[in-house]
């Protein structure tokens, strides 16, 4: 109730002189006026500290008003007109709240009903992170690139911020003559004006206000191949590559292979990409990406990877790539009418992105790293605090905070398990017909549904599909063989961790699939539970298998979006048929073990037991997820001889896989290897030299590190942050500071973020401290910042040392993260696992979280992470002491 109140009493210091008025709306605008287009004219030259605008907004009052209510944040308006029915009426502008840019236009006389235009004459400063039109510099040379989403068009220009409100924009930027300007369209013409040049732009298809987009300084503009003619569009699509000077050549990879994810993304949507032309733009401060339409922008990391990318950048540019373009269809052709449909909007991109560059480059596992993402989500999902997929958004405030793992990976996870359920054809056409009915529309879940009852059919699955967006949580699975083996007994119940006060008796209509694993192609077997049991028959294949010889897969396929309950023998007979699990059903047994012990249902020898099982599974994500379970618990441990014999442990289950890949850290050393061999070495490396500590492979990478202080290329690209992490970690004077120089001065979007790794590993003073000042340097954008504090709070050596920092540099550390960076924030505190911290983080956080506009729920949920952190610590700890001085024990003898 503290936090609450705290919130509660801080949001009213937001309001003006008219926060006596209960009318403000906080969160969507009066349903009176409607805009029907925009035409915008910015000046925008990134050297000066403002811009400039005029804006014209066509509108529909729909009854007779003396005041428009409308957005915008942080502009000084000097002029308003509204020309209605012939007449000039001046207007006053006030933003009223401040917090989240509701301002209000008032008249001295009432506006009959009608069309009217109302103008609009606008300046502001530029962010100076990557929220609204903000501006950075590389190499003494100035860029602007702009980022909308979800409300910050309202910075920018003012305007109807809100995704229901689809408009054409006509749209024209001034700029310097040295300039070269990127909007959503294709330029229409070129005007000089002394030193000046207008760039005119073709009008864009009704866009709402967080799809526009700028792109403005000397950049280089790569023109890739159109992409060719398909089953679906009948004229190329000019596609181009944009970056800040002299990065252009860093595009190659991008501009050769963009063009067949488009490809085969038209080929499953069944329709041509839906604007005239595709711009992939790279920001070299830009943290995350942004599906404007036709102007997609990229944190630099995702597209500057060159022409022979390392199969982890090769992974994430598919990933990530697919998952923008497939927003160009569902997201910008049809969007949400109000944030509560968000879930619909991110999770779908982030499901079909990773599908479709599986597809792309299959031998990556990109389906694997999904479902990871994915059951990773239910830890989150599995907090008391939490909310449903489809959440109520009554106030701005709230918008942020469904930008998380429930509207992404969740999200992701159910629409693979109702696409599983229902079959990939019919769920394809349910998403088919949803854009061929709201084509530069918007639409609602109930939309979506709908089209999905009218392709597919079937409508007891789809109210399960709604009974998994409408409430939260995490579905556990109890399942029990009868005597005679011939039917398997399930019970679903919410999953609950040891501390929990979740209160029972939630349910789902869950798809509940079963197999056998007595051969990796055994039958899998189906039903929809509809209430708290249900029971299988399975039949002859289970009955002829002797009894405690065959176990059993709760989650046939690894789609499923719940876990399943294990104790001792369930688990110890699925791990004892390990090769005959999928990589997605390994998947769901690393995690279910891992969940069964958060439970405390299992016991901590088996979490050990099952990572030594899964780390030969051919699947790379499954033979290492217990891995980074354990590395976590690790960092909770509060005793540090335990932690130092489970980091032994880690190292005497994980070292010898690394050392039958081989861990030589040299350029090109495993070239010939397949990207998955190369994945798994990079994952197994950062578990061994990290946690394991493991002084041989330690030792290696450190020396090898030295080596490259003046040509980071000599290492391999996926072992490059270990090796430098190792590297770093005795403090060594020469080399930190040589780290710290590339991470401020480089243009190599990642070496940048394998400094950042490495710098968070750092532990030894005065090096600590030295890295600890860079978080507030201004040529920092919030990834790397974000990077290197989460590995310092990580680390239980430099955990005290860093959050004294932290309560120290609050102000300035938030102030300089977009406002969707501040639940990620948050997580920099996952390890944390102590009242005393828990309470910290609730006095650092909740005023100035508050302050800065941000619901409660993001911190209400971190304090809960603390909170169940301590009760499993409380539990298991003694239990884990004395399983590894066991280990240890067993080893000795």
């Not at 927003?327 to 619909?344: A, E, M, R």
């Not at 294990?566 to 690393?590: F, I, M, P």
């Not at 639940?823 to 911290?837: Q, T």
């Amino acid at each position: 109730m503290r936090l609450v109140r705290l919130f509660f009493i801080l949001v009213l210091v937001s309001f003006s002189s008219v926060a006596a008025n209960d009318a403000i709306p906080m969160g969507r605008l009066p349903d009176s006026v409607e805009p029907r287009a925009y035409r915008l004219t910015l000046a925008i030259d990134p050297r000066q500290a403002e811009f400039s605008g005029a804006t014209e907004i066509d509108l529909s009052l729909h009854e007779p008003a003396r005041a428009i209510w409308l957005h915008g944040h942080g502009l000084r308006v000097s002029d308003v007109v509204l020309v209605t029915s012939g007449r000039r009426v001046k207007g006053r502008y006030a933003e009223v709240e401040t917090v989240s840019g509701v301002a209000r236009v008032d008249f001295d006389e009432e506006i009959a009903a009608g069309r009217a235009v109302l103008r609009l004459t606008h300046a502001a400063p530029f962010e100076k992170a990557p929220q609204g039109l903000y501006r950075t510099d590389v190499a003494g040379e100035w860029y602007a690139f702009s980022q909308l989403e979800p409300i910050d068009a309202r910075r920018v220009f003012p305007g109807f911020d809100e995704p229901r409100f689809k408009t054409p924009f006509d749209i024209t930027v001034v700029a310097d003559r040295r300039d070269k300007v990127v909007s959503n369209t294709p330029l229409v013409s070129k005007t000089s004006e002394r030193d000046r040049v207008r760039h005119r732009f073709v009008v864009t298809p009704p866009l709402p206000t967080y799809l526009v987009a700028f792109a403005v300084g000397p950049l280089d503009i790569v023109h890739g191949r159109p992409v060719p003619l398909s089953g679906v569009r009948r004229r190329l699509l000019p596609l181009r590559f944009v970056a800040s000077k002299g990065q252009g050549k860093k595009l190659a990879f991008a501009a050769r292979h963009t063009g067949e994810i488009v490809l085969r993304l038209e080929e499953y949507f069944g329709s041509a990409f839906p604007y005239p032309k595709l711009d992939l733009i790279a920001s070299p401060i830009h943290g995350l990406a942004m599906e404007n339409a036709g102007a997609i922008v990229f944190d630099d990391r995702y597209l500057l990877i060159g022409a022979r990318p390392s199969p982890e950048q090769q992974s994430i540019f598919g990933g990530v790539v697919a998952h923008e373009i497939a927003h160009q269809w569902f997201g910008d052709l049809v969007t949400p009418v109000w944030w509560d449909d968000l879930w619909l909007n991110e999770s779908f991109a982030q499901w079909l992105g990773s599908k479709i560059s599986d597809r792309w480059r299959p031998g990556f596992g990109t389906r694997g790293d999904q479902l990871a993402a994915t059951l990773k989500a239910m830890d989150t999902d599995a907090l008391r605090v939490g909310r449903p997929m489809h959440q109520r958004i009554d106030d701005n405030r709230q918008i942020i905070g469904t930008f998380d793992e429930i509207t992404y990976q969740k999200g992701a996870g159910v629409l693979a398990m109702f696409e599983s359920y229902l079959g990939e054809a019919r769920f394809r056409r349910g998403v088919r017909l949803h854009l061929r009915r709201h084509p530069h529309g918007s639409a609602t879940a109930d939309d979506f549904f709908a089209a999905m009852a009218d392709a597919a059919g079937e409508a007891p699955v789809l109210g399960a599909f709604r009974s998994f967006v409408d409430q939260p949580g995490v579905p556990f699975v109890s399942a029990v063989l009868s005597d005679d083996r011939s039917s398997l007994m399930l019970r679903q119940e919410r999953y609950r961790p040891l501390g929990s006060a979740i209160a029972p008796g939630l349910l789902w209509d869950l798809p509940v699939c079963v197999r056998a694993l007595s051969s990796a192609d055994a039958p899998r077997q189906c039903v929809l539970m509809t209430g708290a049991a249900a029971r299988i028959d399975l039949g002859a294949p289970v009955l002829g298998a002797p009894v405690g010889e065959t176990g059993m897969m709760p989650n046939a396929g690894g789609e499923g979006y719940y876990r399943f309950a294990l104790d001792a023998t369930s688990a110890r007979s699925a791990l004892r048929d390990v090769a005959n699990l999928t990589g997605a059903e390994a998947l769901a047994l690393a995690d279910s073990i891992g969940a069964s012990f958060a439970a405390g249902r299992l016991p901590f020898e088996e979490v050990l037991h099952g990572a030594s099982a899964l780390v030969s599974h051919q699947d790379r994500t499954a033979a290492t997820r217990l891995g980074f379970l354990l590395t976590a618990l690790h960092d909770q441990l509060r005793d540090a001889e335990t932690r130092e014999r489970l980091a032994r442990r880690i190292d005497g289950i994980y070292a010898p896989a690394l050392r039958a890949f081989g861990y030589i850290p040299k350029a090109g050393a495993y070239a010939g290897d397949t990207a998955d061999r190369q994945l798994r070495r990079d994952s197994l490396a950062e578990i061994v030299v990290v946690w394991g500590r493991d002084s041989e492979v330690t030792g290696t990478f450190a020396s090898a590190a030295q080596a490259t202080l003046g040509n980071p290329e000599i290492l391999d690209r996926g072992l490059r942050a270990v090796a430098w992490a190792a590297g770093v970690r005795n403090g060594d004077a020469t080399f930190c500071r040589a780290l710290q120089k590339q991470l401020v001065e480089t243009a190599d979007a990642q070496v940048r973020a394998d400094a950042a790794y490495a710098l968070g590993r750092v532990e030894q003073e005065p090096a600590a401290s030295d890295v600890r000042a860079l978080l507030l340097h201004p040529r920092l954008g919030p990834s790397p910042v974000l990077r290197i504090l989460r590995g310092q709070l990580e680390n239980p050596a430099t955990r005290a040392s860093t959050w004294n920092w932290v309560r120290e540099n609050a102000d300035a550390l938030i102030a300089r993260l977009p406002a969707y960076y501040q639940p990620i924030l948050l997580r920099a505190a996952d390890r944390f696992c102590d009242a005393a911290e828990r309470d910290a983080v609730e006095t650092v956080f909740a005023p100035r979280l508050a302050k800065a506009g941000m619901d409660a729920l993001p911190l209400e949920r971190q304090l809960e992470r603390i909170s169940l952190c301590i009760a499993l610590m409380s539990s298991t700890e003694n239990t884990i002491k004395a399983a590894v001085e066991e280990g240890e024990t067993k080893r000795v003898r």
